[in-house]
């Protein structure tokens, strides 16, 4: 079971798309809630579980669908979600209870904690629709367009004046921004399946599984390569093979008719010789064309005389 420090899990963080001024606190957040341990797990009494660094609830298994949540990335990368949707850091009870303090560096500005739970108290104030767009931000799996983005942080800072400022200005702002946000979840709609197409999934894109994943691929695709290759080569080798066999065929035949025809015409020679020695067999087919051409040649000078 791998730990971390509070350096390592700023790092992490960061390294997930965490914004850096937060980095302390989330830092904290993770070793009040895990111990720093990778492999941390409390199941509750509703059944759900809080599982690895910044011990993610498994009702939230949207943020980390197909991934191992235990992977410190993965991990991060839904912590990052949960900090930024309707709850914020609300989301973790070891914030609204003030017990990730005692983990910040002793150089921690004083009041931070302070000042970050009045602003997470604005954002849920002036954001009653958040969870909607939460929920169809989860869906899409894709950042924010930055009109929307800028807005949302014109937003929390506007609504965290006029909380100092009095509550009558809150109210009214929180009926202008409803307002708002149902147009901007229309605009965000078509924004985001824009992004969509080049989007990339972090946790598959640094996940241990996702890494083996594209090595089996590679893999899968060398092998297929290799066995086309052999077939190819087995083929080719099969072809030169029955061409060989070919040609040493129709020499063999060559040679056989040539041999044929030799002795034939040795045989014709022979008996030819024999006959006009008077010792050859006057009825023997080589006789008989003998006969037949002396015949023709005697006719032949006869019509010429």
Do not use: C
Not at 75 to 103: F, I, P, Q, V
Not at 104 to 130: F, W
Not at 156 to 172: E, S, T, V
Request: aromatic residues 6%; without cysteine; hydrophobic residues 40%.
């Amino acid at each position: 079971m791998a730990k971390y420090n509070f350096k390592q899990i700023e790092n992490i963080w960061v390294k997930n798309g965490g914004s850096k001024k937060l980095a302390p606190v989330m830092a904290a957040i993770a070793l009040a809630e895990s111990g720093g341990y990778t492999q941390a797990k409390h199941k509750n009494s509703n059944g759900t579980i809080d599982q690895g660094l910044w011990q993610i609830n498994s009702s939230n298994y949207k943020l980390y669908k197909g991934h191992n949540i235990y992977d410190v990335n993965v991990n991060a990368h839904a912590a990052k979600r949960l900090a930024e949707g309707g709850n914020g850091l609300g989301n973790w009870t070891t914030y609204t209870s003030g017990a990730y303090k005692k983990y910040l560096p002793k150089n921690y500005p004083k009041g931070q904690g302070v000042i970050s739970t009045l602003r997470g108290i604005g954002d849920a104030a002036i954001h009653p629709v958040r969870d909607v767009q939460q929920v169809v931000g989860a869906a899409g799996n894709v950042a924010a367009s930055p009109i929307e983005s800028a807005l949302t942080w014109f937003g929390k800072r506007l609504g965290f004046a006029l909380i100092i400022m009095g509550g009558g200005g809150l109210i009214l702002l929180g009926l202008l921004l409803i307002g708002a946000d149902l147009g901007l979840a229309a605009f965000a709609g078509a924004s985001r399946t824009r992004a969509g197409r080049g989007a990339v999934n972090l946790a598959t894109k640094v996940t241990p599984a996702g890494k083996a994943a594209k090595a089996a691929k590679a893999t899968g695709v060398a092998r297929k390569a290799e066995v086309h290759g052999q077939k190819v080569r087995l083929g080719e080798a099969k072809i030169k093979t029955e061409q060989a066999r070919a040609t040493e065929l129709r020499t063999r035949t060559r040679h056989r008719a040539a041999m044929a025809k030799q002795s034939k015409s040795q045989t014709e020679r022979t008996e030819r010789e024999a006959y006009l020695r008077g010792a050859g067999d006057a009825a023997s087919p080589t006789m008989a064309k003998v006969r037949r051409q002396r015949e023709a040649r005697e006719r032949k000078g006869r019509k010429a005389a």
